[in-house]
């Protein structure tokens, strides 16, 4: 008599078949080389789907941006990592342990300059990479909110480079986020206890450095883990990167598609592997700034902010800080978050500025910018001075609210002039506006830069 089998059993039984269908056992090479090629293969398709559209492999479409700031996160992690080992976050043993690194610790110095020209490095990669999302109309449903996640990593990158842009505790950091930080106190209403809260009290000292560094090395690693992972995620679930279409053509229901393996990966692993080699060779070429110990008592002829803040410090210069600091970027902010949800007349996918006609107005922003930027800037140092003609005028009113309408209406002017002059969709109208506003932004960061001298006062730059 064969003896019967439980419920349990068979319940279990019935459990595992179920599971075998859904997933089957892999057939594992035998051979050891073949064992490890499948095992990469496997882990790699864990990031990757397992076959791409062919058109998506141009170089062209993204020039490897994305690819690249992840390796420069990646990089920022790992030589992050080892100057913890020897960094002091406190104001007597930052400067002093910097020194000791870049003096006493092997490969030290080689270190501090790979963290920070690859800081710098990724600011500019994040920013050219948002571009490219932007450029080649790749912002469009069903990747509208993948738009905003990637606003969300770029300002976490530029928090990280300015937490860590203290750390140093030299005379370089401590006055440019004076600077930076002096500006928060201009926000009506919350500004002064927002200043407070940033640097832990009225002035720079051991509460910034230790609240800096708490955010620089846990909170914004944290962050970028987790917003660079629901950024991939997004990407994959939109079906990847998108494939370019101009407006006339039709959407391919089957485009051609290739394995991931090699086709993707041969790329990634090569600009991968140039862009690490151009960080070791320039952190070998130039060191990182270091100037002298932090002195509250001295404060340096000109006093700038980090580069990637001068812009605003240039705007500083020509509004009232309520609309420089306040209301400009506000609006700036509102209207990048509200990109993806304009309702736009078509939808051109991954072609750069969409079409001929896209382009040749993106010029024509981008000149008249290069034009009137330098224009207005000169005109507000030299020409016009609104505050001693309109004496008893409120600043705000004077120097605020006047150049803002003045600013404002030359943009809406710009935007019916050029959409009329070209017949242009509302596609290739915002986008030219968007390239005016770009290019204006760049020249007053060059300025802010280059051409402010002792008492920030215009010089040429040699």
Do not use: C
């Amino acid at each position: 008599m064969k003896p019967q089998k439980s419920q349990s059993s068979e319940n279990l039984g019935y459990f595992h078949r179920i599971f075998q269908s859904i997933f089957p056992d892999p057939i594992i090479p035998k051979s050891e080389q073949e064992r490890k090629r499948y095992l990469l293969k496997n882990l790699i398709l864990h990031f990757r789907p397992a076959t791409i559209p062919e058109k998506t492999l141009k170089f062209s479409l993204t020039w490897g941006l994305g690819g690249m700031a992840v390796i420069l996160v990646l990089l920022q992690f790992g030589t992050g990592l080892l100057l913890k080992f020897v960094y002091e976050p406190t104001p007597v043993g930052a400067y002093t342990s910097i020194l000791m690194l870049q003096n006493e610790v092997v490969f030290g110095q080689l270190i501090r300059n790979m963290h920070h020209w690859s800081a710098n490095l990724l600011v500019l990669i994040v920013f050219m990479h948002m571009l490219r999302v932007f450029f080649t109309n790749a912002f469009h449903p069903p990747r509208q909110f993948n738009w905003i996640v990637g606003l969300g990593l770029f300002s976490l990158v530029l928090i990280a480079n300015f937490t860590g842009y203290l750390l140093p505790y030299d005379q370089l950091a401590y006055w440019a986020v004076t600077v930076s930080t002096g500006m928060l106190e201009y926000i009506p209403g919350l500004g002064v206890h927002l200043q407070e809260m940033v640097r832990g009290g009225s002035d720079i000292g051991p509460a910034t450095l230790s609240i800096f560094f708490a955010i620089h090395t846990a909170l914004v690693p944290f962050g970028l883990i987790i917003l660079m992972a629901f950024h991939f995620w997004r990407t994959r679930k939109a079906g990847g990167l998108v494939i370019p279409r101009r407006p006339q053509e039709d959407i391919e229901e089957k485009p051609i598609r290739v394995p991931t393996v090699p086709n993707l990966l041969v790329r990634e692993v090569v600009t991968a592997l140039v862009l690490l080699a151009f960080i070791l060779v320039f952190a070998m070429v130039f060191n990182a700034p270091l100037e002298s110990k932090a002195n509250p008592g001295l404060s340096p002829n000109p006093t700038k902010a980090p580069w990637y803040f001068t812009g605003i410090q240039e705007m500083l210069m020509h509004f009232h800080p309520s609309f420089s600091l306040f209301i400009i970027p506000i609006l700036m902010m509102i209207a990048l978050l509200g990109l993806p949800y304009i309702d736009y007349e078509s939808k051109p996918s991954g072609v750069w500025f969409g079409s001929y006609k896209g382009r040749k107005m993106a010029v024509v922003a981008a000149i008249t910018a290069t034009i009137a930027t330098p224009a207005g800037i000169l005109t507000d140092e030299y020409l016009v001075d609104l505050a001693a003609w309109m004496q008893g005028v409120p600043a705000f009113i004077s120097n605020g609210l006047i150049p803002f309408v003045v600013v404002l209406a030359g943009s809406i002017g710009f935007y019916i002039l050029i959409k009329r002059k070209y017949s242009a969709t509302n596609n290739e109208a915002i986008q030219a506006l968007f390239v005016l506003f770009l290019a204006s932004f760049i020249i007053l960061t060059a300025t802010g830069i280059w051409l402010r001298g002792m008492g920030m006062k215009l010089m040429l730059p040699f």
